[in-house]
């Protein structure tokens, strides 16, 4: 039995400032990336949510017209009405 350790493992690993530099751009680089790519996503959410605002607002003028032209038929069946009632009594 040999007695002891076949090599060294506990001590800390050093990274040259080189090599630290570089890890350090690479990583803000990501954080850019990802903050670019949230930003992208909030705009398309605004604009999904701008259209179904649109969408809405177009689907109640559409429902106020078809109100009104309803309204317009019942006044004129009723005017209608009053004609056709008052040539009879007459």
């Known amino acids: 039995m040999k007695g002891g350790v076949a090599r060294g493992g506990g ?3 050093r990274r040259s400032r080189k090599r630290r530099k570089k890890e350090e751009e690479e990583e803000e680089k990501e954080e850019e990336k990802e903050e670019e790519e949230e930003e992208e996503k909030k705009k398309e959410e605004e604009k999904e949510e701008e259209e179904e605002e649109e969408k809405k ?9 078809e109100k009104e ?7 004129e069946v009723e005017e209608e009405g009053r004609k056709w009632w008052s040539r009879q009594t007459h």
């Open 57 to 65: 607002k177009e689907e109640k003028e559409e429902e106020e017209e």
């Open 11 to 13: 001590g800390r690993r």
């Open 69 to 75: 032209e309803e309204k317009k038929e019942v006044e």
